[in-house]
T-cell receptor
């Protein structure tokens, strides 16, 4: 049972436009959410996170939105740049839980 | 400060052979993790450790063993490799129950 779902395996966006990556979860005990970025032949790198007590967290060009009632989070990248082309994973954990549950990833391609 | 390092980067094994993957972190993190990544499957947790001398099973532990004899090292062992264990293996560490920091990965091919 996939508790964290990224239903879009791939997304293409023109340079300078907004990229929106989506993630849905089913476990209501999840209270902390993260986005990771992964380039080929490298390990995932932490990008941004959000706690369930917030509905938005912003860091430069990256903003994560959390809709707890819909069990949905999204990552907005504005403006999109060629270096943003990568696979993005969302992940979630519960209170005091040392484990993360990952989605299957979305491959983002920024078109110059 | 090297962060999380993994050894080796790439390995080819024959079915039935054994090997150990080494993960080392220099950030004094308590928590360490081993994941595998397969196409279309995301990252799946194999085993993890919440401190020196402790280990616990993750989502896909069968066929693997781990040890955490020193805080900075987390070893993943394959006693008898199978083709189904062909994958990319990532180690991660964390200072708490939240953000994890990943190594560069080990690509394993089992023939």
């Amino acid at each position: 049972d996939q508790q964290v779902k990224q239903n879009s395996p791939s997304l293409s966006v023109q340079e300078g436009r907004i990229s929106i990556l989506n993630c849905d979860y089913t476990n209501s005990m999840f209270d902390y959410f993260l986005w990771y970025k992964k380039y080929p032949a490298e390990g995932p790198t932490f990008l941004i996170s959000i706690s369930s007590i917030k509905d938005k967290n912003e860091d430069g060009r990256f903003t994560v939105f959390l809709n707890k009632s819909a069990k949905h989070l999204s990552l907005h990248i504005v403006p999109s740049q060629p270096g943003d082309s990568a696979v993005y994973f969302c992940a979630a954990s519960g209170i005091g839980n040392e484990k993360l549950t990952f989605g299957t990833g979305t491959r983002l391609t920024i078109i110059p | 400060n090297a962060g999380v390092t993994q050894t080796p980067k790439f390995r080819v094994l024959k079915t039935g052979q054994s090997m150990t993957l080494l993960c080392a972190q220099d950030m004094n993190h308590e928590y360490m993790y081993w994941y595998r990544q397969d196409p279309g499957m995301g990252l799946r947790l194999i085993h993890y450790s919440v401190g020196e001398g402790t280990t616990a099973k993750g989502e896909v532990p069968d066929g693997y063993n781990v040890s955490r004899l020193k805080k900075q090292n987390f070893l993943l062992g394959l006693e008898s490799a199978a083709p189904s264990q062909t994958s990319v293996y990532f180690c991660a560490s964390s200072p708490s129950t939240e953000t994890q920091y990943f190594g560069p990965g080990t690509r394993l091919l089992v023939l």
